[in-house]
T-cell receptor, first 113, second 113 residues
Framework: QKEVEQNSGPLSVPEGAIASLNCTYSDRVSQSFFWYRQYSGKSPELIMSIYSNGDKEDGRFTAQLNKASQYVSLLIRDSQPSDSATYLC?????????????FGTGTQLKVEL | EADIYQTPRYLVIGTGKKITLECSQTMGHDKMYWYQQDPGMELHLIHYSYGVNSTEKGDLSSESTVSRIRTEHFPLTLESARPSHTSQYLCASIQGASYNEQFFGPGTRLTVL
């Protein structure tokens, strides 16, 4: 089992819809959770971080964390074609003294006109 | 906004050449990281540093080496480049406590002929 698992996709949603991206992790003592967006050929860009159970909203983005279920998700409301990218889930646990991020393989999102 | 710089952005070089990929950050971050990523594939941590004179190998075996003589500078060196080294190399940094966010540089795309 991978430490951080994501469905590779592609996930296709129509413009204006809600895109839901999911991630599960195996390390129960993980403390910090991040979502990165990566356009093809570019470096990952941090879009959300979440540390406590519940929801965290930032504009069109909402991160949801459920530590009991070891599950973190990202909702993108009113999806736009510019949201088409690969979304990476990253988790910081105790590996490497809590100084290393473990990344999932990413979910490719396609927002169609 | 993170200030992490990588040079060169693109490099095409012949087999057997020695190359150094530069990474610098102006934020005084103590922890720095090198990742390798092939197109459409996942990120692999190849080296990291927790501070000056501290370097560790990452999760993916790499023939590259790194040094950390100054806080702001974390260069990666390949003594003898091979076509198998063709990839994108991403540098990242983070400050202090594990809750803090990790930022990536723009990356160096290396092609070894």
């Amino acid at each position: 089992q991978k430490e951080v698992e994501q469905n590779s996709g592609p996930l296709s949603v129509p413009e204006g819809a809600i895109a839901s991206l999911n991630c599960t992790y195996s390390d129960r003592v993980s403390q910090s959770f991040f979502w990165y967006r990566q356009y093809s050929g570019k470096s990952p860009e941090l879009i959300m971080s979440i540390y406590s159970n519940g929801d965290k909203e930032d504009g069109r983005f909402t991160a949801q964390l459920n530590k009991a279920s070891q599950y973190v998700s990202l909702l993108i409301r009113d999806s736009q074609p510019s949201d088409s990218a690969t979304y990476l889930c990253a988790v910081r646990g105790l590996t490497g003294g809590g100084n290393k991020l473990t990344f999932g393989t990413g979910t490719q999102l396609k927002v169609e006109l | 906004e993170a200030d992490i710089y990588q040079t060169p952005r693109y490099l095409v070089i012949g087999t057997g050449k020695k190359i150094t990929l530069e990474c610098s950050q102006t934020m005084g971050h103590d922890k720095m990281y090198w990742y390798q990523q092939d197109p459409g594939m996942e990120l692999h941590l190849i080296h990291y540093s927790y501070g000056v004179n501290s370097t560790e190998k990452g999760d993916l075996s790499s023939e590259s080496t790194v040094s950390r003589i100054r806080t702001e500078h974390f260069p990666l060196t390949l003594e003898s480049a091979r076509p198998s080294h063709t990839s994108q190399y991403l540098c990242a940094s983070i400050q202090g406590a594990s809750y803090n966010e990790q930022f990536f540089g723009p990356g160096t795309r290396l092609t070894v002929l």
